[in-house]
């Protein structure tokens, strides 16, 4: 395990794979950390590097109090890509980690050649939903919400199976204020103006049973980026790189390969 200090926060990440590699960089949502990414790691071809991160208030970084802005959040990950010295990455981001996504492509075209923005939008919910969502945190912890946000997060099929257990676990372990803090930058962005702008390689993942970012608005995001690939993952929720890993995997590196973005074979 790797961390940064970066001053107002300590990022704790994972940087693996040759360090002259194509750079891959995956950003977790709301309420997980980076080893929400776990599943398709085995799936990844060779001659990658591979970077994830648990973004302030998740996973094993620090806990700066709330409210968070989504330029913080940006900011964060523009620090750590620096530090580590990447350039021209592939960045993968989902919910959360897919706005952080557009906001660093549209502000650091050098850090980043390529976006894949997993079941997310240019503005998700509305702030009066997110400020509700604050006080219940705030109020009442993340347990009191577990049940509600397995319930968008996975299909049915999913939830009513073992494999849930660990994830509404680690939502009710999330540091509250990070939550908090997290949802207010959310609550507080709407990048449709820039991301209309960008003009870079896309592919933009959808989840059939997605009960937070309908594939409808996922799909609304892929018509703002001329050229962006959509692909929807049926059976799949919010989060299909847990539930389809394979498939997202798939998806994931035909991507690569088709904008020539693949190290060198083994």
């Known amino acids: 395990m790797d961390s940064l200090d970066l001053g107002d926060v300590v990022l ?21 950390d980076f080893r929400l990414w776990d599943a398709i790691l085995p799936h990844l071809p060779a001659g990658l590097r591979v970077i994830r991160y648990d973004k302030r208030g998740h996973g094993l970084s620090t806990c700066p109090p709330a ?7 940006i900011h964060d990950a523009e620090r ?16 959360i980690g897919g706005m952080i996504a557009q906001g660093l ?25 997110w400020e509700e969502r604050i006080a219940m945190v705030e109020s ?33 372990t999330t540091p509250p204020a990070g939550y908090a803090g997290c949802s207010a930058a959310i609550a507080g962005s709407d990048f449709y103006a820039s991301t209309a702008k960008l003009r870079l390689p896309a592919l933009v993942i ?34 299909p790189c847990v539930e389809k890993p394979a498939e997202f995997a798939l998806h994931l590196n035909d991507f690569l390969r088709a904008i020539g973005h693949l190290g060198a074979k083994p």
């Open 67 to 73: 409210p968070y802005t989504m330029g913080a959040l």
């Open 140 to 172: 009442q912890g993340l347990s009191a919400m577990s049940d509600t946000i397995m319930t968008r997060w996975f299909s049915k099929e999913f939830r009513e199976s073992p494999k849930v257990a660990p994830w509404k676990r680690m939502v009710e």
């Open 105 to 129: 492509a549209a502000k650091r075209l050098d850090l980043v050649r390529a976006v894949v923005l997993s079941n997310t939008a240019p503005k998700i919910g509305t702030r009066a939903m």
């Open 80 to 95: 750590l890509l620096d530090a580590l010295g990447v350039r021209d990455c592939v960045f993968v981001g989902l919910s």
């Open 12 to 32: 704790h990440y994972a940087d693996t794979g040759p360090r002259d590699a194509p750079a891959v960089v995956f950003a977790n949502s709301l309420g997980t």
């Open 206 to 239: 959808a989840g059939s049973e997605d009960g937070s970012t309908p594939p409808d608005l996922v799909q609304e995001l892929a018509g703002l980026i001329p050229g962006a690939h959509y692909a929807l993952i049926r059976g799949a929720g919010h989060l």
